[in-house]
């Protein structure tokens, strides 16, 4: 499994799965085990069952880069969970603009000052036009509310799960 910049709260608990070699990975992150750049991920073709990469892709310079070189690394028949962050209205299409440099005007574009995309509705479309099988699992809206929280999953977040085509 390959975690991409890993959060805390996930760390222990997949280092601690049964029969999972667990990597962890960032360009710059001291949680990670190893440090990559995820435009060009460092490891052959082929070869993670599972790549968990959450709240990435917005910091990008080049999503479909990083979109393509995930699917690379997965074995086919391999899975991700590829999230992004929605701002609510959700535009109907994906807005970069990588000539926007300054914070303040990224915050005001992006919803965050470390930003350089707001991603639309259209975000499966671009995973699938990487190569993607993606899957929208709506969990939060079909689990009871004590599983919600007792999984701590946002309230009105779509899960993106992804598939390598066997």
């Known amino acids: 499994m390959l975690h991409v910049a890993p959060e805390l709260c996930f760390m222990d608990k997949f280092e601690a799965l049964?029969?999972?070699?667990?990597?962890t990975a960032d360009i710059e992150s001291p949680l990670a085990k190893v440090k990559m750049d995820i435009?060009?991920?460092?490891?052959?073709?082929?070869?993670?069952?599972?790549?968990?990469?959450?709240?990435?892709?917005?910091?990008?310079?080049?999503?479909?880069?990083?979109?393509r070189e995930m699917l690379r690394v997965l074995k086919p028949g391999g899975w991700g969970i590829l999230q992004i962050p929605l701002f609510h209205p959700i535009p109907e299409k994906t807005f970069e603009d990588l000539t926007i440099t300054s914070p303040k005007e990224r915050e005001q574009m992006f919803g965050q000052d470390d930003h350089v995309r707001l991603f639309g509705k259209d975000y499966p479309e671009r995973l699938r036009s990487q190569g993607f099988i993606v899957k929208q699992e709506k969990l939060v809206f079909e689990l009871p509310e004590e599983d919600v929280k007792r999984y701590g999953l946002p309230s009105d977040e779509i899960i993106y799960r992804v598939e390598k085509p066997a």
């Open 39 to 67: 435009h060009e991920i460092p490891f052959e073709e082929n070869t993670f069952d599972v790549v968990f990469c959450n709240h990435v892709l917005e910091h990008v310079d080049d999503d479909q880069l990083a979109m």
């Open 18 to 23: 049964p029969n999972t070699d667990y990597i």
